[in-house]
């Protein structure tokens, strides 16, 4: 068996697969048997199963809304409610982007994960 080229094989857009990290460490095996696997395996299939559409129990509008209850420490423009500030981010980008639908629409809900700041969302700390 011939020897790995790996310059030869990044040149031909081939990807060499390290066996340890830059600190000397081999990679996690995630085929392993374990009880860790299966709790990693069980969280997975769980979002898989209810993070789909027919889970969905309320609208990305309705999310948008809910976010003038969030008050954002972060924020310098208190005074402005949240969803303002979806808007006209999502009209900014539309304005210098027509043609990128798809980033209309991150602007307009880039700023979502701030629900889980409230107490039905989990009430997470800023």
């Not at 949240?82 to 980033?103: G, M, S, V």
Request: charged share 25%.
């Amino acid at each position: 068996m011939e020897p790995i080229n790996e310059k030869e094989m990044m040149l031909e857009g081939r990807f060499v697969m390290p066996q340890s990290n830059a600190f000397g460490h081999t990679f996690r095996n995630y085929d392993a048997e374990s009880g860790r696997q299966e709790g990693v395996d069980n969280f997975y299939r769980r979002n898989h199963i209810y993070q789909s559409v027919d889970f969905v129990e309320m609208s990305i509008w309705e999310c948008c809304e809910l976010l003038n209850e969030v008050v954002d420490e972060s924020d310098i423009d208190l005074d402005e409610p949240q969803i303002q500030h979806l808007l006209q981010t999502a009209e900014a980008i539309r304005k210098d982007y027509p043609n990128e639908d798809w980033l209309h629409l991150v602007g307009l809900i880039h700023d979502l994960g701030k629900l889980l700041l409230l107490p039905s969302f989990g009430g997470l700390p800023q």
